[in-house]
């Protein structure tokens, strides 16, 4: 039986390797671009929780983003293999809302997050947060949790 | 009454200007934005017949690019005006092909085409060329040769 | 001779038709796009203002995005017509803060902001403002007066 | 010592992982995004090689795209895993065509090929294929031969 979960932040982290097409003429990655390497490291975190994306919008919800920010640390460059973090926590609320942070060894690149809504694909309308994202969310952090017991 | 349309190009230039997020570390355009400067044009060119392709969706009708060719002839840089001229046949047949002229003043920078399937959107099975466009086509073009003519 | 300038909050209007290659299999456009509307917004008002953002680099100047902030309002379909408002603040600042609302007719889309370094573009070091950006703002400000003076 | 080398193909396997960001609202990967995965494969492949395409611009070149074709044989969905095949010959030519097939499984999803040009990146101007770059394909394609015939 899964006890109380307390509520701890869980994370993930994805590689990603800057293609030619994401820079700009300041020979860096463009600053839109972030917003998709925030997307890829949500939708491998999801993954690693158990949870695919994917699986979510075929039971019939969206995760529509309602509110983004990025704050550019310093610059990546072409062929940079990059460090996505996402951060999600444990707790269960109306909305979602991921954290990142995308380093290059140990220089942080950038940091952010992405705010999100539940929402039901045939009409967009607010949906409560779906119970294969609370299993998935509680049975995975129950692990984490007796491992750091253990 | 609409006589026999002969076999005409028609053409309709659109205008773009080239954002940052264009260009590439090598200062210029990235080759894959060259596809998406052919759908500006491609969607203008269908507007200006009079047949806004948001229009042949709403009937049910998709038409997805089966092949695309572009052949790059010289760089185009950050905030350039550009020049997208479309050219399609009134000659109705069971894929649609379109060409594509890209100019900044009167350097060619770009030429090339892409053929399109018309599908039904439901199940994405192969379709005749909608009425609308036909239509469309056959009117547009009529007036093109009364204007010649006249 | 200019007199003092008051800290006034210039403002910019540009027109975006939404392509398709920027919508998502939701069906609306991606989150990311939002930062390139703004990246046109942003162009677009500084050429209104008197110094379009190539001349800037032209005198070597860049000005990279340190944050942005998104705040998705109502989503934005294909082939809409958006009307993206940049403002300026007169006051001049060692970062640069430009606001952007974005609209689809009455109903509002997004709005945001994005927060700018001036650098040199030799060495990515910092600079102070630009001469040219001070007094093109000084100037565009002090037309404005006039006229709200008038 | 190396003998001759005869002229084969070299072929090199890259998996993408495709991203919302990469679809459209037809539920499938927009069109132009076939020629960043083209890009991603061609980009492994030189890598592979034993030639980064960072080395080859450290060293003063560039390679520009000149000619870019795609045919598109099954449309390609969000999070699906792409296998794109690059196909470079090591005989050495003014220009470098590069062959692409992307495939998900046994399922073919789009052929391809892009040519490219030798320039200098000081001054743009045609250069012949770099010694590093011969070097590479002639050392590779004689360690296959050796594989072959051993």
Redesign the interface.
Known sequence: MIGKVEDIILRHTTQI?V???E??????V???????FF??GR?EALRGFGL???ELEKEGY?L?????????KA?AF??DILHVTAFISTKIEATLTIKYLIEREKTTIAEGY?IHSFVHSVN?KPARPPKSYRNAIELYSSQINHVMKG
Chains 1, 2, 3, 4 share one sequence.
Do not use: Q
């Open positions: 390797r293609r030619y097409a820079t700009d003429k300041m020979g860096v463009y600053n839109g671009e972030y917003l998709t997307e890829v939708t695919p994306y994917p969206l529509p983003v309602i509110e983004a920010f990025v704050k550019y610059p072409y062929d992405t967009m």
